[in-house]
């Protein structure tokens, strides 16, 4: 007997890469369920080859018999269906920011702290990073072990889908304007991102930060450890999917880069690419569709006592958002729950 699962947000572009992870993963479920917002019931959405689900209205559904609900509706409405059906008794496991520095609710990357993942029990619900942490994280987590890191300076290069995919829309719709000369007021972004790059991820907050970088810092600091400092630029690029980061990090002791190497080739869920020639790199255009966190260019900085560098990219809406948040329920069906 498997499991019952609702895939909330199953339209959007997270939901459906869940949809498809699930069924990649051979997920030990005896029913999925599809919903969405009214606008979407009725629709028809793929689950693995040749399966199709009718989508159905999160307004009212009953989580009761649910075991688990995957959610990414955005957080304004995980705010109101993720409490309801973690009472229900569903597990929630929420893509969204909205519970992600909630004490009582674990932020999990099962790969780096996924011993935290039986704190479900105090609220049934858990966390889903975001998807810059994530991949951040999957890299930082092995040198940690080794040396503890003392300080981050990272720049992000995130891709539109980041946004959805009414931005991934707006850059197709934007590029093949500038083609043909015809020039597109913004809509989404607050510049053009065709053939543009916009340092500006989500909201200002009082100190200039964006609030993407804001959750880099908060975020790393409750997975990994509290008392790492971390200064972040997070910018929106014209890719289509995979964000890539440039990493800085200073360590409280030396760490040679063939010891971080060795450290990171070894670790789960991470491939080291790092060759010293042209294309011995990784790019967003070959992470896609990839589950792994790619690690290239790690090299000594010599312009601090203790200090790497490294170039860091993973598909975003795969590790970043729905492996993530299937691998965690993976996690508990294996552990935490009752036998089926």
């Avoid at 699962?5 to 005896?30: H, Y």
């Avoid at 891709?159 to 304007?177: C, I, N, P, Y």
């Avoid at 015809?182 to 809509?187: F, G, M």
């Amino acid at each position: 007997m498997g499991y019952r699962v609702a895939v909330v947000g199953a339209t959007g572009s997270v939901g459906r890469e869940i949809l498809k992870t699930l069924s990649e993963r051979d997920f030990p479920a005896d029913e999925v369920i599809a919903l969405a917002s009214r606008a979407s019931v009725g629709k028809e959405i793929s689950f693995g080859e040749d399966k199709i689900l009718e989508v159905q209205t999160l307004e009212g559904f009953d989580f009761s018999g649910i075991d688990f609900g995957l959610f990414s509706p955005g957080a304004s409405v995980s705010r109101v269906h993720a409490p309801r059906a973690a009472d229900a008794g569903c597990v929630v496991i929420d893509n969204t920011s909205e519970f992600r520095m909630d004490e009582d609710v674990p932020l999990v990357v099962p790969e780096v702290n996924g011993h935290t993942i039986g704190d479900f029990r105090q609220r049934n619900i858990i966390a889903n990073p975001n998807c810059s942490t994530i991949q951040m994280v999957m890299a930082l987590k092995p040198l940690h072990d080794l040396v503890p890191i003392k300080r981050i300076v990272v720049a992000t290069y995130q891709s539109v889908s980041g946004s959805g995919k009414a931005a991934m829309d707006e850059l197709f719709d934007h590029t093949r304007a500038i083609f043909m000369n015809d020039r597109k007021t913004p809509e989404l972004f607050p510049k053009t991102i065709a053939f543009n790059v916009i340092p500006h991820i989500d909201v200002f907050m009082p100190d200039g930060s964006t609030k993407e970088e804001t959750k880099l810092l908060r975020e790393t600091q409750k997975i990994l450890d509290a008392d790492i400092a971390l200064s972040a630029t997070c910018v929106r690029v014209p890719t289509f999917i995979g964000h890539a980061e440039a990493l800085n990090i200073e360590f409280h002791d030396r760490l040679n880069e063939d010891e971080a190497r060795e450290a990171l080739a070894a670790a789960p869920g991470v491939v080291v690419l790092d060759e010293r020639h042209d294309g011995g790199y990784v790019t967003p255009v070959e992470c896609a569709g990839e589950d792994a966190t790619f690690v290239s260019r790690i090299r000594q900085d010599t312009s601090v006592q203790n200090g790497l560098n490294m170039w860091v990219v993973s598909d975003n809406l795969r590790k970043g958002a729905a492996l993530n948040a299937v691998q965690i329920a993976e996690e508990l069906a294996h552990n935490h729950m009752n036998s089926r």
